[in-house]
């Protein structure tokens, strides 16, 4: 795919995508997600242990994309390269379910904040009936938007980004004035009811994950870059920023409220925590910027997600049908961003039907995408072994370990829930190995990752189905 220079994008835009991608519904309840696992100074190493291994992450992701400069399909490529086609795969197909899981579950969030107000209490949680039409109603709108042009939506998720760091620097610098350390020093390790400090941390950094998911979505769009250093930057960019918000409002808010009292908030528990500072107004902006945020969430992940599922569509080289492949004269990949869009509709129309709500959502979504990421990280230490270069070698096992304790937080539960989703993928890229006429697995490795992914599937539908 060729993308005229005058479109291309630059750092700026890239590292809001960046910032964008990260910042959507989940910091709004962070305070209370880690209050309710976690004591402060559990709190403080989860975030220790998170900061340093997306940090390695973030270099990974930069080193790929400078090191593999002629690979335009980001994530995907570079696992594509260092694994074979089928793994390259999986780490594409799971990165698309975990962002369209992503835009189900925002829009899950935006419609209980608007239930918030009293006048649209009728939207409750999220998953109501009204919700739900709401929900669909939005989620096409945007979808439309979309397909009348790729860079006309890159432009609106700038200013969007924009707007939604504004009620999220207002309550950093809110609870700053308003910190107590005594408040904060209250249950410091937690409660005996929390378990042991590791259980804690193990907890709390599944949310921590969850908050960073976007990290790397620079590298996606790799093919409408000005430049290979444009991705780089503005993934670096993206993490630095970030990483500064959610550290502040996480941590500071344990100056505002205890511990315990602040893991029972309701959520968006930033809005009852600035509440408690400058009173009910602070609550509603906070509110309002929540809305705001996700809706800009929104439109990044379904950007990402319909990308994600081009990349792997387009070229000689494809290995999901080439009719996910094609774009639109706007430049909108759109047979990929039709099937995202049905597939978000259906899945908010389930969570009405059997009330799953946000967190259930996430904990799916998060599971999906942490294989991808080891995925990457893995690659990256093969590559330093075979080079012998130290530096490499450093970032590339921090990353691996890493990927690794994420999938043991995030507990085997998800992990086998994942692998039927992993499961249907197969019949996707065996179709595409037809269209190609190729065999289904050109090497043994893929055969046999192909037979653990089902057998862990069918596994999964036993246990938690039959």
Same mark, same amino acid.
């Given at each position: ?24 519904? /989940?910091? !709004? ?15 403080? %190493? ?9 940090? &390695? ?10 090191? !593999?400069?002629? %690979? ?34 925002? *829009? ?37 938007? %979309? ?33 107590? %350390? ?18 804690? $941390? ?41 990483? *500064?918000?959610?550290?502040? $409002? ?14 029972? &908030?309701?959520?968006?528990? &930033? ?10 107004? /602070? ?47 706007? /430049? ?9 869009? $049905? ?24 599971? &999906? ?9 893995? !690659? ?15 970032? /590339? ?17 998800? *992990? ?51």
């Amino acid at each position: 795919m060729n993308t005229p220079t005058k479109t291309k994008l630059g750092i700026l835009p890239l590292t809001l995508l960046v910032v964008g991608s990260i910042v959507g519904s /989940g910091i !709004f309840s962070l305070p209370q997600n880690m209050a309710e696992a976690s004591g402060a100074g559990s709190i403080l %190493i989860a975030w220790v242990i998170t900061l340093i291994g997306m940090l &390695m992450l973030t270099r990974i992701f930069q080193y790929l994309s400078i090191r !593999f400069y002629k %690979i335009n399909d980001g994530l995907y490529g570079y696992v594509r390269e260092g694994f074979g086609d089928y793994i390259g795969f999986n780490a594409a197909w799971g990165y698309w379910i975990s962002a369209w899981m992503s835009c189900a579950s925002y *829009l899950v969030i935006l419609f209980s904040a608007l239930g918030s107000f009293d006048c649209l209490s009728f939207f409750g949680n999220g998953t109501t009936l009204p919700a739900v039409m709401g929900g669909l109603l939005f989620l096409w709108i945007v979808h439309t938007f %979309i397909l009348k042009g790729i860079y006309r939506a890159f432009l609106l998720n700038c200013l969007v980004t924009l707007a939604k760091i504004v009620p999220i620097g207002l309550f950093i610098i809110c609870v700053i004035l308003a910190f107590k %350390i005594d408040t904060f020093d209250t249950n410091f390790w937690g409660t005996p009811q929390l378990g042991s400090v590791i259980d804690q $941390v193990k907890h709390t950094m599944l949310y921590t994950v969850w908050v960073y998911l976007g990290i790397e979505s620079a590298t996606v769009y790799a093919s409408r870059a000005k430049t290979i250093l444009s991705i780089s930057r503005a993934t670096f960019f993206g993490f630095a920023i970030t990483s *500064l918000l959610l550290v502040c $409002v996480s941590v500071l808010s344990l100056g505002i409220v205890p511990q315990q009292e602040l893991a029972e &908030m309701k959520n968006p528990s &930033m809005a009852w925590v600035i509440e408690r500072v400058v009173g009910s107004w /602070g609550a509603t902006f906070i509110n309002i910027g929540l809305i705001v945020s996700v809706s800009g969430g929104l439109l990044s992940w379904l950007l990402l997600a319909a990308e994600m599922l081009f990349l792997t569509g387009h070229g000689s080289r494809h290995t999901v049908p080439s009719y996910f492949g094609k774009i639109n004269k706007n /430049g909108t990949p759109v047979n990929a961003l039709w099937l995202t869009t $049905v597939l978000i509709s259906v899945l908010i129309i389930l969570a009405h039907f059997y009330q799953s709500g946000y967190n259930t959502l996430i904990q799916l979504s998060t599971s &999906m995408v942490l294989i991808p990421y080891l995925l990457s990280a893995l !690659f990256v230490f093969k590559l330093a072994v075979k080079q012998r270069k130290t530096y490499l070698i450093f970032i /590339g096992s921090i990353g691996s370990i890493y990927g690794f304790w994420l999938i043991y937080a995030g507990g085997i539960v998800y *992990l086998l829930l994942s692998m039927i989703l992993y499961s249907v993928g197969l019949l996707f890229y065996l179709y595409a190995r037809k269209q190609r006429s190729l065999p289904a697995f050109s090497f043994l490795h893929d055969k046999i990752y192909a037979i653990t992914i089902v057998i862990l599937g069918m596994t999964a539908i036993l246990y938690f189905y039959v």
